[in-house]
T-cell receptor
Framework: AAGVIQSPRHLIKEKRETATLKCYPI?????VYWYQQGPGQDPQFLIS???????DKGSIPDRFSAQQFSDYHSELNMSSLELGDSALYFC???????????FGEGSRLTVL | SQELEQSPQSLIVQEGKNLTINCTSS?????LYWYKQKYGEGLIFLMM?????EEKSHEKITAKLDEKKQQSSLHITASQPSHAGIYLC?????????????FGKGTKLSVKP
């Protein structure tokens, strides 16, 4: 069965650079979520989108932005990268009101 | 303070033994999710529980949500090396933001052959 696809899987950036992560949800899933998991930490909710509209916002820095496109894929844009942004970024998707949340393999961002 | 407490933090069991991992909240759990994660990899969905008293099983893993919807347990029967990993419980505690989950710190499970 198709899963949540994230790209790139690994990304290395310098401080103050920008990065874009992409997420392709499971087919027919209409809701996308972004999470950040720092080293040794539990995942922290950043932001979610339902039907291309932002539906909830968590601890997402102002330097980050995200959107969901007409084909339901989502992109997380990160600017002015800081060392502390180094983390695993997970995308998850679900079909609204079914509850089950499926995560992708994650994109590992390293900021040098 | 951590809103979702998992215990134990780590667990080493002999292959074939049963084990239980707990996830406790002081708030009502509107949705409780169990995931398994290999270090640095994705979260594998195991089960989701929503109703008080609900119990679900998949292969040798059983998850329960208590009647008060504040505690969940994950029970593995006859553990195998393939069960090793980090088990995370995630929960919706405000009921209005589906998918905005808080997570426990995880339980690291090792299974000795």
């Amino acid at each position: 069965a198709a899963g949540v696809i994230q790209s790139p899987r690994h990304l290395i950036k310098e401080k103050r650079e920008t990065a874009t992560l992409k997420c392709y949800p499971i087919p027919r899933h209409d809701t996308v979520y972004w999470y950040q998991q720092g080293p040794g930490q539990d995942p922290q909710f950043l932001i979610s989108f339902y039907e291309k509209m932002q539906s909830d916002k968590g601890s997402i820095p102002d330097r980050f932005s995200a959107q969901q496109f007409s084909d339901y894929h989502s992109e997380l844009n990160m600017s002015s990268l800081e060392l502390g942004d180094s983390a695993l970024y997970f995308c998850a998707s679900s079909r609204r009101n079914t509850g089950e949340l499926f995560f992708g393999e994650g994109s590992r961002l390293t900021v040098l | 303070s951590q809103e979702l407490e998992q215990s134990p933090q780590s667990l080493i069991v002999q292959e074939g033994k049963n084990l239980t991992i707990n996830c406790t909240s002081s708030k009502t759990l509107y949705g409780l999710y169990w995931y398994k994660q290999k270090y640095g990899e994705g979260l594998i969905f195991l089960m989701m529980l929503q109703k008080g008293g609900e119990e679900k099983s998949h292969e040798k893993i059983t998850a329960k949500l208590d009647e008060k919807k504040q505690q969940s347990s994950l029970h593995i029967t006859a553990s195998q090396p393939s069960h090793a990993g980090i088990y995370l419980c995630g929960a919706d505690i405000d009921g209005g933001s589906q998918g905005n989950l808080i997570f426990g710190k995880g339980t690291k499970l090792s299974v000795k052959p």
